[in-house]
């Protein structure tokens, strides 16, 4: 960094934040939740955080039912990380599209440890514990202790997202 003055602090406003983060290419996922009928909601923001013990993290948004279920007394959530041919289900649980059926009744599904729906086709999985909950502005990050993991699909291509848009390259 070169010497110079140090600029005056500007204001950040979401759309400025949210313009800047979508030039940073994201994996998709489907976090779903051991309720009554089953939850889902697509997440980008998630990460791992520790591997002894296996922890990692999502954010959740406090507008959203999710929020509602995990601070209502759900303690479990499962992590479903999509492939390129899963972009209906990242749609879906975005509230993009409808579908004519719940992709809990239309896709292959079974539970691990938690009991919170794990989508046979998806790339991988961490079916987690909530470890810790941190509140973060208009978020909660959740961190998941991993019960239980795999990779199911690893020649699959996985889905992401990259300046708005759904991409499955991967060179």
Do not use: K
């Amino acid at each position: 960094m070169g010497g110079g003055e140090i600029p005056a602090c500007m204001t950040v406003d979401g759309d400025t934040l949210r313009d800047v983060m979508g030039n940073f290419l994201t994996g998709v996922t489907v976090v779903t939740l051991p309720t009554e009928p089953a939850h889902g909601m697509t997440a980008n923001a998630f990460s791992s955080v520790s591997l002894d013990p296996p922890l990692c993290l999502v954010c959740v948004d406090h507008d959203t039912e999710t929020y509602e279920h995990l601070t209502g007394g759900v303690d479990e959530f499962c992590v479903n990380v999509l492939t390129a041919d899963q972009q209906h289900l990242g749609e879906h649980f975005a509230g993009m599209n409808d579908l004519d059926e719940s992709p809990f009744e239309s896709e292959s599904t079974r539970t691990e440890v938690t009991g919170a729906p794990v989508f046979d086709e998806a790339l991988a999985y961490l079916d987690c514990t909530v470890d810790a909950a941190h509140e973060a502005g208009d978020h909660t990050i959740y961190v998941g202790h991993v019960e239980a993991t795999d990779v199911q699909e690893p020649d699959a291509d996985p889905l992401g997202f990259f300046q708005g848009q759904w991409t499955s390259s991967v060179e």
